[in-house]
Nanobody
């Protein structure tokens, strides 16, 4: 089992930035890629970004490309998601996940509880 705990959400003004953290514990997850997804009220969960654990290769959704950076600290077993120039449409619950590294949510095996991000206009 892998436990994932997100933090760093909150209320941010449009144009601002935030950095979300995802701390992993439990069974070694060095074989898992890590991803961030988000779900806005009334919408389906959507892919935001992913990072391969060993190579560090990254991928981003078009909606955040150029504004988001996913990174990881192997020593701390932590993955980060920084988003700049936040927009009201970035408002959602953000989830960390461990799994395939693809943009498809069902290919991830472990999920955190989520952290809420609200961007005010």
């Amino acid at each position: 089992q892998v436990q994932l705990v997100e933090s760093g959400g909150g209320l941010v003004q449009a144009g601002g930035s935030l950095r979300l953290s995802c701390a992993a514990s439990g069974r070694t997850f060095s074989s898992h890629a890590m991803g961030w997804f988000r779900q806005a009220p009334g919408k389906e969960r959507e892919f935001v970004a992913a990072i391969a654990w060993r190579s560090g290769a990254t991928g981003y959704a078009d909606s955040v490309k150029g504004r988001a950076t996913i990174s990881r600290d192997n020593a701390k077993n932590t993955v980060y998601l920084q988003i700049l120039s936040l927009k009201p449409e970035d408002t959602a619950d953000y989830y960390c996940a461990a799994g395939s590294g693809s943009a498809v949510a069902k290919t991830y095996d472990y999920w955190g509880q989520g952290t809420q991000v609200t961007v005010s206009s």
